[in-house]
């Protein structure tokens, strides 16, 4: 089992930067591929950033590229999403994802960060 904390979203000025972060509490997090979604009101969930387990390779939605990085620190069992010129079509509940890299049909959820961006 693993629980998934996230932290660090809020309310920003569009072009801003907000770092989010998610702590996983797990005895083996490089067992797990990582990933930050994202769900505004009315609209489906979508894939935001993926990591692999190793941090070695990272997968970005087209609407983000260029402006997010995602990171992980295996260390503290943490994955970061850099999110820098923010717009106001980032506005959504940003969610936390781990996805076990033995049996994808594993994963789990954290519970949501606000992140809200003003014009």
């Known amino acids: 089992q693993v629980q998934l904390v996230e932290s660090g979203g809020g309310l920003v000025q569009a072009g801003g930067s907000l770092r989010l972060s998610c702590a996983a509490s797990v005895s083996a997090f490089s067992s797990y591929n990582m990933g930050w979604f994202r769900q505004a009101p009315g609209k489906e969930r979508e894939s935001v950033a993926r990591?692999?387990?190793?941090?070695?390779?990272?997968y970005y939605a087209d609407s983000v590229k260029g402006r997010f990085t995602i990171s992980r620190d295996n260390a503290k069992n943490t994955v970061y999403l850099q999110m820098n010129s923010l717009k106001p079509e980032d506005t959504a509940v940003y969610y936390c994802?781990?996805?076990?890299?033995?049996?994808?049909?594993?994963?789990?959820w954290g519970q949501g960060t606000q992140v809200t961006v003003s014009s």
């Open positions: 994802n781990a996805e076990y890299r033995y049996n994808g049909l594993l994963q789990y």
């Open positions: 990591i692999q387990w190793s941090g070695g390779s990272a």
